[in-house]
């Protein structure tokens, strides 16, 4: 009960934060608002609470959400994304690479826990995977909290300058026509509740099924793939915005509950290592987007979110928010994903062992 009633406290907190920040027009305010005050609220009090397993509960909607904006024009388009992908796994790997390498010179840490903490993959999967190879896992985990914290905090008001930059740079006509195909994009159906939870049942039972065979982030593409066969074979269905703020208020206290007062206590030894992450972030972010838009001419916008290293559920909602490719986010955020846990653990190893 206590648990419970904590629980209750936290998203009170989160929708405050959340509400307030999309009030003073905060660039993904819902997220960021509830994610600052979640931060705040823990580091005071210790109380803060969230369900681990609410965390398959938000990957389902945020399935259904891309699921429901997909149609038969849009499989076709996704074969467009094959070499912006190509282009994000290769700038993931040297920059990793790189950055870990930064951090074990210039750090008291080693190699093992430079490369996964700042290997771009979950928090929980990062720290589980690098205690094999004797890494600090505890170390790992906290960076791999910050990298976070620095992604959403510091990343969408710099999106929304550059892409306001952009829009304000284009002709008149340019911008009609920007505006005619954003109007394309969404769903021209009226929405009912009816055609909403058939898709949410295709989508959920789907989602379950990949969650309970053990894939990747199996709830949010499983839903994502069932909420899109659905649509595909009826119609793109529209999502209801307060959902999507709720969605974006509890993922923001998903992640602000992950900052404790231990956490805090070997800041000292981890200053230099944030400031590299910081630093290897954005680097990591506007270099592989610039490329990625200049070899591929995938829209800037849509390649700045694929290539931001937050999680995939948290980047779709957030490029949703800002009016990115959600569908090419999300496909492109997965392969990145399946990626870092397949093939970085055995890469890190190896790097390891050359180095050490």
Known sequence: MTDFLFFLVTLVVAAAGGLLALKLKVPAGAMVGSMIFVVA???????????????????????????SKVGKEDVLALKKILWPTVVLVVGMVILNLLFGTLIATFSELDVATSLFATTPGGVSDMALISEEL???????AILQVFRLLIIFVFCPPIFKKIMNKNYSNLSKQAVEEIDAEQQKKKPSAA?????????????????????????????????????????????KVPFPRKMQIGMQICSGAFIGIQ?????????????????????GILVFVFLTSFVMHKLTKLDYPTCMFASTPGGLQEMSLLSEEMGADTLKVAVMQTMRLVFVISFFPTLNKLIVGILV
């Open 134 to 140: 004797g890494a600090n896992t505890g170390y790992v």
């Open 259 to 279: 900052m404790k007062k231990e956490n805090l206590a070997h800041i000292d030894v981890l200053i230099v290592p944030i400031l590299i992450m910081i630093v």
């Open 41 to 67: 609220f823990n580091l005071i009090t210790e109380k803060g609470f969230f369900y681990s397993d609410l965390r398959t509960v938000l990957q389902i909607f945020g399935g259904v959400m891309i699921g």
């Open 191 to 235: 929405f009912e509740w009816k055609h909403f939870g058939l898709l949410f049942l295709c989508a959920a039972i789907v989602g379950v099924i990949f969650w309970q065979i053990g894939v990747t982030a199996g709830a949010m593409i499983g839903a994502m793939l069932g909420g899109a066969a659905f649509t595909i074979f009826t119609h």
